[in-house]
């Protein structure tokens, strides 16, 4: 797949909850689908990881979770999720490989390990729409969105794609990070995407003598809530255990969901899938006979 000429999508504009013509299933109004973009304004703060740990969390609790790893350049969710095959084609169809409960797509699948990614804008919305148009999905209850550092092309694009999409923001408590993801904030502010709340990761570290340590500040995360009106949602540690899962492809919201971390992930899980679920909208058609 991936196939066509990415130089037809230059100077275009996708129509909202479309990609190239063709409809995208859970951007349209009534589809179960909940599209949520991960997003941060640098990169380092730990999305991915966040990304990957909220998607196993959420596929505990018995939802149907898939998750676009549209940071393209950086891509890093099929290592984490320890996905085991390559997509399979069935019927001009990507079948996504799945780990750990949760379907996955990433442009990782498609070059060779150690192979840079060297593409201008057209070719990565190519991709892009792909992903969402041309993926065997299954209707999940959730998509994760991995977005790229920052507010560029792909952030606006899927804004478009997904005109239903609702954004979390990834920070780390140190200043400079609260002041970019603020942007990120802002960019979706500005497209009409609804912010649902802040993630503060790198929280603190505990030592081998039971202290807590503020290795990157505190209050970052709290502070941009404060400034944007929208809850912090979960604290996240710095714990070394979280890393190693990520390198080993065993997320540790999977492995050891009752460690003080894993608690926090199905925590959060919790939040996202119960106390924020987006107000439903019915509609009714008279019948004329």
């Not at 066509?4 to 275009?12: C, H, K, N, Q, V």
């Not at 991915?48 to 393209?72: E, M, P, R, W």
């Not at 239903?164 to 904030?185: C, G, I, M, W």
């Not at 809850?231 to 899962?245: N, T, Y």
Request: negative net charge; proline residues 7%; glycine residues 10%.
């Amino acid at each position: 797949m991936l196939n066509g000429d990415p130089a037809s999508t230059a100077g275009s504009q996708p129509a909202q909850g479309h990609a190239s013509g063709r409809t995208i299933s859970f951007a349209q109004p009534g589809s179960k689908t909940r599209p949520i973009l991960i997003a941060s304004g640098k990169g380092g703060v730990g999305k991915s990881s966040v990304t990957t740990n909220l998607a196993v969390a959420l596929a505990a609790q018995g939802y149907k979770v898939g998750i676009v790893d549209a940071d393209i350049y950086g891509y890093s969710i099929p290592r984490m999720l320890g996905t085991d095959r390559d997509p399979v084609v069935i019927d001009n169809m990507l079948l996504p490989p799945e780990a750990w409960g949760v379907r996955c797509i990433s442009i990782g699948y498609f070059v060779p390990e150690g192979q840079a990614v060297v593409w201008r804008g057209p070719m990565l919305h190519k991709a892009l729409e792909q992903f969402l148009t041309d993926v065997y999905w299954d209707e999940p209850d959730f998509l994760l969105i991995d977005m790229p550092p920052g507010t560029g092309d792909i952030a606006l694009s899927l804004s478009q794609y997904l005109p239903r999409a609702e954004v979390l923001v990834v920070t780390t408590p140190q200043l400079a990070a609260q002041k970019v993801a603020q942007l990120s904030a802002a960019m979706a502010t500005k497209v009409n995407l609804p912010v649902r709340g802040i993630i503060e990761n790198m929280s603190w570290f505990t030592g081998d003598d039971g202290v807590r340590y503020e290795l990157f500040g505190s209050g970052g995360g709290q502070n941009l809530a404060d400034e944007l009106n929208l809850p912090l949602l979960a604290q996240i540690p710095l714990m070394s255990a979280l890393r190693e899962g990520g390198d080993d492809g065993r997320p540790i919201a999977a492995v050891a969901p009752d460690s003080e971390i894993g608690k926090i992930f199905h925590s959060l899980a919790k939040k996202i899938a119960e106390e924020m679920k987006p107000k439903k909208i019915f509609s009714a058609a008279l019948k004329v006979n």
